[in-house]
């Protein structure tokens, strides 16, 4: 008798293929949410920003990603602040207790600077985990 039964190596081949389907459409999902948000999203891990969406480099006054992606978080964070900030995210990849949500002063491109909310959520991505954060200007009316 002749089985057609499929090898494991092939099942095993079919899981990993599936697998990576459902990665490359919930990767294609979160981008398109984040890229129609009203406000900004980043992406970041050690300190570093990972990804931004279109709301997050506009609110920072940047045409495209490339000054942000793979650069320094406080970049984009007014002097004044930086030291604030780099010990809130020094104690959050270390897993300590921080505010998920504070105020602090944004750094623009051109220089100028304005007060926005962040709100800040560890997530944990297929490479370990991250920091996903939101911003949101709050010189906005609301």
Same mark, same amino acid.
């Given at each position: 008798?002749?089985?057609?039964? +499929?090898?494991? *190596? ?28 009203? @406000? ?24 495209? @990603?490339?000054?942000?992606? @793979?650069? +320094? ?21 270390? @897993? ?15 220089? *100028? ?30």
């Amino acid at each position: 008798m002749n089985s057609h039964k +499929p090898s494991r *190596s092939a099942t095993k081949g079919q899981r990993l293929a599936a697998q990576k389907k459902k990665r490359l459409s919930t990767d294609v999902l979160f981008r398109a949410l984040s890229e129609k948000a009203p @406000g900004g999203i980043i992406l970041a891990r050690e300190g570093r920003t990972l990804y931004a969406n279109r709301a997050y480099l506009q609110l920072f006054g940047h045409a495209d @990603g490339s000054l942000v992606v @793979g650069q +320094p978080l406080l970049n984009q964070i007014a002097p004044e602040c930086r030291e604030e900030v780099a010990a809130q995210v020094r104690r959050r990849e270390a @897993g300590s207790h921080t505010p998920s949500s504070y105020e602090t002063v944004g750094l623009r491109q051109n220089g *100028s600077t304005f007060p926005f909310r962040v709100d800040v959520v560890r997530i944990q991505l297929e490479d370990g985990p991250a920091n996903l954060a939101f911003f949101t200007d709050i010189r906005r009316p609301k």
